[in-house]
């Protein structure tokens, strides 16, 4: 991701790159298969739904993904003028973050059917998006 965010275009926004860098990465999953006979999909699920019954994994998952969240603050503040320290880009960095670690557990994805793949996945992945984007532009 930290790749994906670096080479992004003048007019391209942290959150367009985070969007393009998830579709090609859950694109390339589902495609390539990941050795796991297409159930690719089905595995992340299992492993999501462990992950979120144990309040010990939970705390630790989240912590993995600090680093992803500051690296995503830098983008924003830069999008939008301010430090990645500041209040948005910190904010909005750790909503999309949380969102999309979340994205399985979530009622809209328990409601596709099993396995689901890419394409519904990706619908979730914008409604992530989206919402961070109005967090954004309400600070306007």
Known sequence: MSK????????ESALEALRDWMA?????????????????????????HIITTEPEL???????????????AEAIGKDLGQSANSLTPRLAALSAVAGLRELYESDEAQALA???????????????????QAGIGGDR
Not at 24 to 48: H, I, K, P, Q, Y
Not at 117 to 129: C, G, R, S, W, Y
């Open 4 to 11: 994906r965010l670096a080479a992004r275009g003048p007019h």
């Open 58 to 72: 939970r705390g630790r998952a989240r912590a993995s993904y600090y680093p992803f969240e500051c690296v995503l």
């Open 114 to 132: 099993a396995p689901p793949n890419a394409a519904e996945l990706l619908e979730l992945v914008d409604m992530v998006i989206r919402f961070t």
């Open 24 to 48: 090609t990465t859950m694109t390339g999953a589902e495609t390539n298969g990941s050795g796991l006979d297409g159930r690719f999909w089905e595995r992340r699920a299992l492993r999501a």
